[in-house]
Every structure is written in structure tokens, then in C-alpha cells.
């Protein structure tokens, strides 16, 4: 037993958990946390704005896979964090977000910035609460982060008013916690792996879906092994993209509205599909009906809600999908040979991604979307970890930039959160200084976090805005273009600002971009560059994304260009 | 109707998850009722819900995910003995009618709880088929207000949650 303050206890518990840094911003609410921040031994990011620094918690945890942790004061410093929340809700992702409030005595007295922040952020966090004295503190954060990062991981919010952070107690810090209501199920039912391992030997055309929960597991190597022993091809989710190494030969990327042709058409035509750690969304499966009909489904996943959710399935293997996928690969080892690359199912496979190269064709422009996101994985390092903000430039992101080493890739897949990849890049930097980040951006996202470039120039962490900039919210005028009869409104962003020179008001490298040659140069200059650097690169206004699974409609309807 | 059976933490908010739950992903419930257990540190929730077998499935599921439930269970109709309880006021100025809602309730073995000199008050307990049985019945006597308390059940025999 130590006495201290909560907003002490609550640094000790931190630091106890490991937590390498924090990105927040003080207010009058969370100020004795501040003050007990300035003896802590780990690092604090102060952010521009709230959202950026759950984004960057988020973009933390990615990474790292352990949670990252974001400050914020009550009222609006905490619903500016709820954006960032709720993306990592969408996305699994595990964040600890502590939020300041007023004195007990005041709450539901409509207090200055008084909040019910437990109320907003209840339906997107795993678990928020509200410890009332100050020794519950230590064992207040014990349990934020074994919830937050067990089971299907996720953000949790803790709310602490401001006289419990200045009440003194004595504290009493727990190893272990337990909490009644929450086991989460991490070991799968051995016959429902087996009903899977019969249905995977009989299977001519089995096909694998890596979802996101293969990149939150880490069971890269898990899932690469089931693949190379079935030589089935692989197609991810977007949420999944870097489950498996895009360059490998049963690689087909991922499948969905903006999904690769190939992948959409090949998932069609297997008549079994192992669906691990996804979670079959309308993006990604187009309509639930029509997916995967008449085929055998083998579900995966840690989240035993997840099952049959969207999808009736025929075997669910609930689970973590490492030691899923372990198991079943030792189970399928002893019943089938390796099978050979060289069978009708594979040869199926290669004459799809040979129709398809040969019959997409390209945007004819000198400089395309295309062809700059080639351009950037050429020069860019395996391992270095790429973003996305959302749009065109995510969707061209999934279509066209490959990711080689796996979980070096995310997005805001769920939730699409316009303005996520910058601050999200900056804490992916912050989890692993030693590799180039990049966010591959587009003009209207970057512009919704664009303030970040303070954070990523005084705070050392440099990374690079791959900026495709056709002044435009490009997806909406894709939309309004296919859908709206060209009916624009609300997209136009009229050449402003000049992005070079907003990258250099902040002390960060500005860069313009206009052929490939000047790309090939920005970008070599760009991982050179002990600041953040923005490449603006002109994209067409008319360039769109194909191919489009409209919303709707099934795989079967995919459209591969105007 | 299906009825879930839900063992909480005795704690404020609690009811508020399980609502705000059902909101979010667009569960339309048919009533829930809150009450302490043989643990003073858990509550009973018994939700009473019209719905599919896949619907059920999820609500019980979801449920089973927030951190502050303990137990979720789906009770099987006919294993279960479940009860609601509801008080009605209906209007009551002549005699003949006095004795004819009195009758009702003696059949219905409802309760009078309190007569006025222009209202009387019953309460019934049963199933909530019975409760509506007696509620279409005295309908036309002009029912002024009710109040039910939505269903409360426990399985039958030696089972534990």
C-alpha cells in the first residue's frame, strides 16, 4: 500500500502496464493528471485537436498491438475523442481513453463543460466507466486494459472526475484482475475444427478470406501455413489487407466493393471459403443472400457474436485464430499431402488475374493514382507501414499498393473516418520509430487533421503525406458522377490550400509532385527527410475507382470500369 | 414471445448498456423487468421479446458481450414459470357493474385492491396471455389506467445460473 493521488495512481498504474506514450491535451478538468504527468516516465504527444489524439492512440495500437492510450479533458476535449473511438470501436482496435470530468458534487448539475460521457461513448466502446474514489483508480486501469486488449480487442474509456484525481488514498495496485461478466473464449472447440478439417479435405476449390482478427493475432505465419498446405488462393477483406503477403503467389488481395476483380470473381466460384477473423460487412461481401451460396462457410473468429451475425454459416471455430489456425493446420497435416500448384483449381485462378490485367484498363494520364501508389511501393522498404485517409485514395490504396510484410498495413476500414491517417500515422511512427510511415492521403481527409503536422515536426516524428490531391471529395463525386447524373455539389475544394506551402507554414517539407520523375525524387527525398513531408501529387477529377460492387448489389455485379 | 433471462451487476448503469443495447442494434423488446436476486451484488433481468430465432440468437449473444452481465439465458417456455403482474383501473359507478368486474376477477383469481365510488382497482397476475384475456374482457367497462410490470421468470427444477 503507497498513498498518493489518483492522477498520481493513475500515471503509476500506466506506467505499470508498460505504456511507452500518451497523446492528449489538458483542459481544466484533467489538470491534476497533467501535473502528475510531469514526474511519469513515459512520453506525452500534445495534440492540436482531441480526435488527433485518439487517432494517434489508435494508430499506436495498430502497431504496436497493445493498447495505445489517449487524454482528453471533460465535455468537449472528451466528445472531440468520440470520432477517434468510436473508428477504433469499428475496427477492433484496443485504446484506453482517459477522460477528465467535474467533481462529483457537480455532475447532473449541467456543470461548465460537464459531459455524459459515459452515455455518448457507451454504444462505441467495449466498456466505459467511472471510478468514484481514488483508490479505485489502480484497479480501474488494471481492468481497462485487460479488456481492452483480450478477446476481440477494443476501446475502453475511463472517466474520472476531477476530485477523485486530487483525492488522496492508498493504493494498492493488482497483478492480476478478473472480471465476472467478461471470458472471453480463446481456445476452440476441437470437434468444430475437426467438422472443418473434413469439409477443407473434401474441398476442390477451397478459398481462404483473411479478415482483421488475422492481423489483431498475429497469425501471419498461422495463415500462410493453412494456405500453402491447401494451395488454396487467398483473398482478404479490406480490413484483412496484409493478413498475407500480397506478393505471394496464392495472393489475390482484397474482395469487395472497391475489391480486386479478380478476387471478387474467384470467391464466386470456390465451393468453400475459410473466413478467418472477418466479419463478412456489406463492403465487404456485397449482399448477404448472395454470398457465398451454396458453398461450405468455415467461420473463425474470437467473437462468438460474430457468428451468423450477417452470415449463416456451416462451421463456426470460435476462437483466437492463431491457435485456431495452429491446431487445424496440425489436424490437416495428417489427413491430406500437400497438395500440387499444378490443379484446375490454381490454373482457374491464373487465367482470372490474366483476364483481368488484360482487360482493366488504365486511366490515360501520364501521372494516375495508379501509377504513383506502384511508383511509392517500389521505392518504399518492405517493412515499412503505410495508411490511409478515406476515399478514393483508401480504395485506390486496397487496389493498387501492395503490402508485402503483413500487418505493416491499416486503415479505417469500419467506421471510414475521413482525417484518421495522419494523426493514425503519427502514432504508428511513435510504435515503431525506426521504419518509414506513410499515409496515403487524399486532399479532403488530410484536410480534417491536417493540424497534426505540428505534432509530427515538434515532436520528432516525421512522416510521409502521399497526398493525391484532386481537390475534390473524390468519392462523393464518384458517386454523384455514376449515380447523381453528374449532379456535383459539396465537392469542389477550389485549389486550396496549397499544400506544399501549408507543410512548410508548420516547419515540415512541402513538395509538389507533377510527373513521375519528380514523384521517384520527392519520395526518395521524403525518407531521407528528418521532418514530415508532404507530397502533393495532381490526380485527375474525373479519375475513378474501379472496380465498383455498387451498394446493393452482389459480387456477381461488379463493374470494371465507365 | 421468447424470454431471456439475464444475471447483472447490482450497479447503476447497468440497465442503461442493456437499453441503450437493445436500441443500437434495433432489438424490439416486449418488456424487461430489473430486480435484486438471492445476491445482493446481482440483478435479474428478464427480457420478453417477439422475434426469430436469429434475432434471439444475437440479443443473447450481444448481451452476453457487455461487460457488467454474467449470465444470459434463453428459457425454454415450457420449463420455465413465468409471471406478470398488472393493475387496472376501470370505471365502476353502477352496482350491476361492480359485481360483474368482481365476478370476472374471482374467475380470473385477480385481487380487488381498492373500490371508489366510481372506479375500482384489480390487480391480476398470470401469464401475459392471461393478462390480456382479462384486459379484452372488461374492455368495454372503460379501462382508465393500467399498469403491467412486464414478465418475471425462473426454470423450473434444479438449474443454476
Known sequence: M???????????????????VVFGLPGGANLPIYDALVDASFRHILVRHEQSASHMADGYARIKRKAGVCFATSGPGA????????????????????????????????????????GVANPCTKYAFQPVTASEIPESVKKAFYIAESGRPGPVLIDIPKDVQQATADMKFPDLIKVRGYNPILDADLSELGHAAEILVKAERPIIMGGGGVILSGAFSELQALAELLMAPVVTTFKGKGSFPENHPLALG????????????????????????????????????????????????????????????????????????????????KKIIKKSGDNPWLKRKKELIDHYTESIRDYPRDLTAKKALKKLRELLPANAIATTEVGQCQMWASLHFDVISPGTFFSSTGLGTMGFGFPASIGAKAARPGVPVVDIAGDGSFNMTENSLAVSVLDNLPVIVFLMNNYMLGMVAQWQRTFYKRRYMGVHQHNCPDYAKLAEAYGAQGVKAQSINELDKAIRSALKSEVATVIDIPIDPEEDVYPFVAPGTGLKDMITGA | MYIVSALVENKPGVLFRVTNLFRARNFNIESITVGPTEHSDLSRMTITIKSDDRTLEQLAKQLRKLIDVVDVKVLDRDNTVYRELALIKMKAVDPTTRMEITNFASIFRANILDIGKETIIVELIGTPDKIDAFKNLVNHFGIIQLARTGVSALPRGVEFN
Open chain 1, 79 to 118: 466528445t472531440n475523442l468520440i470520432t477517434g473511438i468510436a473508428t477504433a470501436s469499428a475496427d477492433s482496435s484496443p485504446m484506453i481513453a482517459v477522460t477528465g470530468q467535474v467533481q462529483l458534487s457537480m455532475i447532473g448539475k449541467d456543470a461548465f463543460q460537464e459531459t455524459d460521457i459515459i
Open chain 1, 2 to 20: 503507497v498513498e498518493m493521488t489518483g492522477a498520481k495512481a493513475l500515471i503509476t498504474a500506466l506506467e505499470k502496464e508498460g505504456v511507452d
Open chain 1, 254 to 333: 482484397p474482395i469487395g466493393m472497391h475489391g480486386h476483380a479478380e478476387a471478387n470473381k474467384i470467391i464466386q466460384e470456390a465451393d468453400c471459403i475459410v473466413a478467418v477473423g472477418a466479419r463478412f460487412s456489406d463492403r465487404s461481401v456485397g449482399r448477404f443472400d448472395e454470398f457465398g451460396k451454396g458453398m461450405n462457410i468455415i467461420h473463425m473468429d474470437v467473437d462468438p457474436a460474430e457468428i451468423g451475425k450477417n452470415k449463416s454459416v456451416d462451421v463456426a471455430v470460435v476462437g483466437d485464430v492463431k491457435s485456431s489456425l495452429r491446431t487445424l493446420v496440425k489436424m490437416l497435416s
